[in-house]
Every structure is written in structure tokens, then in C-alpha cells.
């Protein structure tokens, strides 16, 4: 069974431009999860969809939004991007809701200029 | 979000075993405790996760203390490819994952 995918795996930016991240989960997964990964936060939550619906988010400025398709692809936006925004951004999937266990994709790498 | 104390960082011997701690004092009772690893330019991978008994599988084994404010990770026999950051975390029922800083293994050849 494929894992988790996303693409692109790399992208370069500029402040204030915007920026679409894909997710696709492995098959049979329902749920889809963003995390945001920099050298001085770490490991961030940001949000979590489950049948196309946003049922848990972090704290985060309403900048970032994503959104699930009927197919349970996943795709992340981040709108008037700001060098702070340079991070991995990793999404994960799992199953269903609940305690289940995430499976993670390789990230994608974002830079802004 | 219950919090978590892991060592910045631990360091052993190829083919020795390694015991990875974590404290958890405020977990609450209906929090399993997942541990994930994460190798050099890689994203996350899921470990092992227990509630109040032992667990072992193919990767690793989970010691949880009794009272459950704590935990022990333990790999058998460390490889090279087990150097990675090693995160501790109580997980409720939502998906959200919180990473604290991890521990950063070393294995020494």
C-alpha cells in the first residue's frame, strides 16, 4: 500500500505571495492532519479534516486554512506569506478519528524570500 | 494538553539496548501514551502506544509505571538506522498530536 504523499516536496516563495500544499493519504484513510515543523517551534499542530470537515484546528492565524476532498485528499493554503511561514510542512493521516495512529508523508519543504 | 519531560538528548552503542524516559505527571486517566520517531529529513513515524500495561511489538517495547507519570521506551538492540528524535506524547481522543522537543538518540557505531 503507497504511503502518505505530498507534493510539491520543494517550493520557494515570496513574502506576500500564496501558497497550496497537496496531501494525499494512503488508501482507506479518512482523516488528514497539518503539522508545521520549524528549527524554533518544532512540531505544531495546525488543523485536522475528517469527511471533508475541519474538526480540530491549532492556533494559528487565520492566514492558513486547508480543506479535504470527497476522496480525502487534503490540501493546505497559506495566503500573504511572511519568512516565518519557512518551515516543513507535514501532513499525516490515520484511519478515523479518535487515538488512531498517524501516519506521516515526507513533507514539503516551503522557503520564503 | 498534558505536558512532557524527555532528555534533550541520549547517545549509545550500536547493538546495546536503550531506555528513552519520559515524564507525563498530568496525563489524565484516559490518555494513551504514544511514542514517534522521526529520522534525519524524514517526516514522523509511529513507534509503539500503550494505556496502562506493557506493550511490545516488532520496533520496540513501552514500559508505563504504575501510578502512569511516567514511561520507558526501550529498543532491544539499537541499530544505526535508530538515531532519530524520539517524541513522547499523551494522546486524548482528538487527532491532535503536541511534540515537545523529543529526544535526539545518537547510536555510536
Known amino acids: 500500500k503507497a504511503g502518505v504523499t505530498q507534493t510539491p516536496r520543494y517550493l520557494i516563495k515570496t513574502r506576500g505571495q500564496q501558497v497550496t500544499l497537496s496531501c494525499s493519504p494512503i488508501?482507506?484513510?479518512?482523516?488528514v492532519s497539518w503539522y508545521q515543523q520549524t528549527p524554533g517551534q518544532g512540531l505544531q499542530f495546525l488543523f485536522e479534516?475528517?469527511?471533508?470537515?475541519?474538526?480540530n484546528k491549532g492556533n494559528f492565524p487565520g492566514r492558513f486554512s486547508g480543506r479535504q476532498f470527497s476522496n480525502s485528499r487534503s490540501e493546505m493554503n497559506v495566503s500573504t506569506l511572511e519568512l516565518g511561514d519557512s518551515a516543513l510542512y507535514l501532513c499525516?493521516?490515520?484511519?478515523?478519528?479518535?487515538?488512531?495512529?498517524?501516519?506521516f508523508g515526507p513533507g514539503t519543504r516551503l522557503l520564503v524570500l | 494538553d498534558a505536558k512532557t519531560t524527555q532528555p534533550n538528548s541520549m547517545e549509545s552503542n550500536e547493538e546495546e539496548p536503550v531506555h528513552l524516559p519520559c515524564n507525563h505527571s498530568?496525563?489524565?486517566?484516559?490518555?494513551?501514551i504514544h511514542w514517534y520517531r522521526q529520522l534525519p529529513s524524514q517526516g514522523p513515524e509511529y513507534v509503539i502506544h500503550?494505556?496502562?500495561s506493557n506493550v511490545n511489538n516488532r520496533m520496540a517495547s513501552l514500559a508505563i509505571a504504575e501510578d502512569r507519570k511516567s514511561s520507558t521506551l526501550i529498543l532491544h538492540r539499537a541499530t544505526l538506522r535508530d538515531a532519530a528524535v524520539y517524541y513522547c506524547?499523551?494522546?486524548?481522543?482528538?487527532?491532535?498530536?503536541?511534540f515537545g522537543q523529543g529526544t535526539r538518540l545518537t547510536i555510536n557505531p
Open positions: 479534516y475528517f469527511s471533508e470537515t475541519q474538526r
Open positions: 499525516a493521516s490515520s484511519l478515523a478519528l479518535g487515538r488512531e495512529t498517524q501516519y
Open positions: 488508501s482507506g484513510h479518512r482523516s
Open positions: 498530568t496525563i489524565s486517566g484516559t490518555d494513551y
Open positions: 500503550g494505556l496502562t
Open positions: 506524547i499523551p494522546v486524548q481522543g482528538a487527532q491532535k498530536l503536541v
